[in-house]
């Protein structure tokens, strides 16, 4: 296929396919089967110039080139996905903070992976590059020096990063799928509310969703954040009259699973020592019976 016009990857794809999922074309980007002018491309944002010849590959024609995982013993209190000397990748329990608070919290994911990493050199350190909310459960990177810390925190910064949740809800959305586009404020109570954009303190929060499943209790969402703001997803669904299960403070009628039903799917990102795409995923643990 070729365009006449300059454009992002992404959005070349999406025009070819279109009855083909977003989802479903960053995968053929991470997996290498999308070319340009005979070079594979991974990034979605990259621009395609006019003329330009874009090829798909098939998988049996991809040739993988996995990064070598290091050989450590597994720590039983933290979930291991992925880890090489630059980065590790854990599933994170719901009801455990990602990081302290200014309370000093002893146990939390950072201080177990800090634990975890000691073990086996005395000066390692995992270094913060982002974080999930203590109900929230899923993939969690974390960077194993500062300067590895710093790409990628750049990379979150600049939305490049693509995170998938999956989220249980009360009762059935009106729609297959729609985007909750809203400003959100923290006040000094640390909780999250939509107010007017003209708010100086306000955040912009962008989450698109789609049904997955659904019942007559509960529906099984799939979301994807551009933004990463404290309670964005919870908040978000709340307003839309389908409140994440369990979570009380937004809404919710109950808790039947005992926890707040989010949790983050997968994460894809450009390895830092390599640049070549990434992805972690970790098991959805809930859904509509």
Same mark, same amino acid.
């Given at each position: 296929?070729?365009?006449?016009?300059?454009?992002?990857?992404?959005?070349?794809?999406?025009?070819?396919?279109?009855?083909?999922?977003?989802?479903?074309?960053?995968?053929?980007?991470?997996?290498?089967?999308?070319?340009?002018?005979? *070079?594979?491309? +991974?990034?979605?944002?990259? #621009?395609?110039?006019?003329?330009?010849? /874009?090829?798909?590959? %098939? $998988?049996?024609?991809?040739?993988?080139?996995?990064?070598?995982?290091?050989? *450590?013993?597994? +720590?039983?209190?933290?979930? #291991?996905?992925?880890?090489?000397?630059? /980065?590790?990748?854990? %599933? $994170?329990?719901?009801?455990?903070?990602?990081?302290?608070?200014?309370?000093?919290e002893p146990d939390t994911l950072h201080s177990r992976v800090n634990n975890y990493l000691q073990n086996n050199t005395k000066k390692a350190w995992a270094f913060?590059?982002?974080?999930?909310?203590?109900?929230?459960?899923?993939?969690?990177?974390?960077?194993?020096?500062?300067?590895?810390?710093?790409?990628?925190?750049?990379?979150?910064?600049?939305?490049?990063?693509?995170?998938?949740?999956?989220?249980?809800?009360?009762?059935?959305?009106?729609?297959?799928?729609?985007?909750i586009h809203e400003w959100l404020l923290e006040d000094k109570f640390l909780k999250v509310k939509a107010v007017n954009k003209r708010n100086p303190k306000a955040?912009?929060?962008?989450?698109?969703?789609?049904l997955v499943d659904s019942d007559e209790i509960a529906s099984l969402l799939i979301l994807t954040i551009e933004t990463g703001r404290r309670h964005q997803i919870?908040?978000?669904?709340?307003?839309?009259?389908?409140?994440?299960?369990?979570?009380?403070?937004?809404?919710?009628?109950?808790?039947?699973?005992?926890?707040?039903?989010?949790?983050?799917?997968?994460?894809?990102?450009?390895?830092?020592?390599?640049?070549?795409?990434?992805?972690?995923?970790?098991?959805?643990?809930?859904?509509?019976?």
């Amino acid at each position: 296929m070729q365009f006449k016009e300059d454009m992002e990857l992404i959005e070349a794809l999406a025009s070819h396919f279109p009855n083909s999922k977003r989802n479903k074309l960053r995968k053929m980007l991470t997996e290498g089967r999308i070319l340009v002018d005979k *070079k594979i491309i +991974h990034k979605a944002k990259y #621009i395609v110039k006019k003329g330009s010849k /874009i090829s798909i590959l %098939n $998988k049996k024609e991809v040739v993988d080139k996995p990064i070598k995982k290091s050989q *450590k013993t597994p +720590h039983s209190r933290i979930k #291991i996905l992925f880890e090489d000397e630059d /980065i590790i990748v854990v %599933n $994170k329990q719901a009801g455990l903070l990602s990081i302290a608070t200014d309370k000093m919290e002893p146990d939390t994911l950072h201080s177990r992976v800090n634990n975890y990493l000691q073990n086996n050199t005395k000066k390692a350190w995992a270094f913060i590059v982002h974080r999930l909310d203590r109900e929230t459960s899923g993939v969690m990177l974390f960077a194993k020096n500062k300067n590895n810390k710093k790409y990628l925190q750049e990379q979150f910064a600049n939305r490049s990063i693509h995170r998938n949740y999956h989220a249980l809800v009360e009762g059935k959305p009106t729609k297959e799928k729609g985007t909750i586009h809203e400003w959100l404020l923290e006040d000094k109570f640390l909780k999250v509310k939509a107010v007017n954009k003209r708010n100086p303190k306000a955040k912009e929060a962008i989450t698109h969703w789609s049904l997955v499943d659904s019942d007559e209790i509960a529906s099984l969402l799939i979301l994807t954040i551009e933004t990463g703001r404290r309670h964005q997803i919870r908040v978000g669904l709340s307003n839309i009259g389908n409140p994440v299960v369990g979570d009380n403070q937004h809404g919710a009628t109950g808790n039947p699973i005992g926890r707040i039903a989010l949790h983050a799917t997968s994460l894809e990102l450009l390895h830092p020592r390599t640049d070549d795409p990434v992805r972690f995923e970790a098991p959805i643990p809930f859904g509509p019976e």
